[in-house]
């Protein structure tokens, strides 16, 4: 189960690493693969959209309100990292954090998965 604090660092700094082509990824993280309290996705350019970041969860088969971010500081080839807690705190490689409600109420998650065109090298658990 996931609880209380991941950080995703990379010799002191971030561990997921865009590939140069990426056009969009996306993280989830909830109690099962039906039900997702995090759905973290970075857009360059997919769905429509530019330089976006959507956070979002889903449940009974249906997506709930989404949230849309301006500040995209990803480039290619950069590092981030993300830190979870018992509500989202989303911490952006320009310092900037996206807040995002835990809409579950749930204090553990047992999966997380991980979709699209980035590279993880690794992930710490806290």
């Known amino acids: 189960a996931l609880t209380g604090l991941m950080n995703i660092q ?73 830190i979870f807690n018992l509500f989202f705190v989303v911490t952006l490689p320009c310092d900037s954090t996206i807040h995002f409600p835990n809409r579950f109420g749930a204090e553990k998650y047992s999966v997380m998965t991980f979709k699209g065109d980035a590279l993880i090298r690794s992930i710490e658990i806290k």
């Open 10 to 82: 990379n010799n002191g700094e971030d561990k997921y690493r865009l590939q140069k082509k990426s056009l969009m990824f996306e993280l989830n993280i909830g109690p099962n693969e039906d039900r997702i309290a995090l759905h973290f996705n970075p857009r360059f350019n997919a769905k429509g959209n530019i330089n976006t970041i959507v956070c979002n969860s889903f449940e009974a088969g249906r997506w709930c309100e989404e949230k849309r971010e301006k500040t995209f500081p990803f480039y290619y080839y950069f590092f981030f990292y993300t």
